[in-house]
T-cell receptor, first 114, second 114 residues
Framework: AQSVSQHNHHVILSEAASLELGCNYSYGGTVNLFWYVQYPGQHLQLLLKYFSGDPLVKGIKGFEAEFIKSKFSFNLRKPSVQWSDTAEYFCAVKRDSSASKIIFGSGTRLSIRP | DADVTQTPRNRITKTGKRIMLECSQTKGHDRMYWYRQDPGLGLRLIYYSFDVKDINKGEISDGYSVSRQAQAKFSLSLESAIPNQTALYFC?????????????FGQGTRLTVV
């Protein structure tokens, strides 16, 4: 069965610091990968997604993620965070199959000090 | 108007009561999901449905049941609510177009069982 691991449970950064959140998945076949963001009190919104092609994908609000197939990883990055990036971030994976469901990681809470 | 609508948004219920959470969507998607969110555990899949005649158990289906009344409606029931079912519940939809699409989430239902 597929699974998703997010090793950082809570990350605290100062404004303008660089961000990298780790995500690893367990499925060895072709996958679709996603990062979602949940701002306080809100629902999940898609930040970016990878289906195929260029393994470096760019999303909204200056976020990007790199798919490294050999490492089963899809880490999220941002060069310079802002206080408004305070949120919870979820990595998700779906096998590239019409019969596959979307599985989420446990989330990483990001706190930005102003 | 939201594409994925959940009702109610908040609910407090007593132990042993039956409760139904409803989800409707206007996106025309064939797939619908119910997740629950708990601090530190991320989103866990309760049930999912790939079309009106297809219902599948997720990771944590015990104590829950679902009904897919129409392509646009997917309800979640707690037959006899217990306090550890206190959580934030999210409905989501996705599409099979190209086999590669992300999930779109409702605003969530905060359920408290006392």
């Amino acid at each position: 069965a597929q699974s998703v691991s997010q090793h950082n449970h809570h990350v605290i950064l100062s404004e303008a610091a660089s961000l990298e959140l780790g995500c690893n998945y367990s499925y060895g076949g072709t996958v679709n990968l996603f990062w979602y963001v949940q701002y306080p009190g809100q629902h999940l919104q898609l930040l970016l997604k990878y289906f195929s092609g260029d393994p470096l994908v760019k999303g909204i609000k200056g976020f990007e993620a790199e798919f490294i197939k050999s490492k089963f990883s899809f880490n999220l990055r941002k060069p310079s965070v802002q206080w408004s990036d305070t949120a919870e971030y979820f990595c998700a994976v779906k096998r590239d199959s019409s019969a596959s469901k979307i599985i989420f990681g446990s989330g990483t809470r990001l706190s930005i000090r102003p | 108007d939201a594409d994925v609508t959940q009702t109610p948004r908040n609910r407090i219920t007593k132990t042993g009561k039956r409760i139904m959470l409803e989800c409707s969507q206007t996106k025309g998607h064939d797939r619908m999901y119910w997740y629950r969110q708990d601090p530190g555990l991320g989103l866990r899949l309760i049930y999912y449905s790939f079309d009106v005649k297809d219902i599948n158990k997720g990771e944590i289906s015990d104590g829950y049941s679902v009904s897919r009344q129409a392509q646009a409606k997917f309800s979640l029931s707690l037959e006899s609510a217990i306090p550890n079912q206190t959580a934030l519940y999210f409905c989501a939809t996705s599409d099979t177009t190209g086999g590669n699409t992300e999930a779109f989430f409702g605003q969530g239902t905060r359920l408290t069982v006392v």
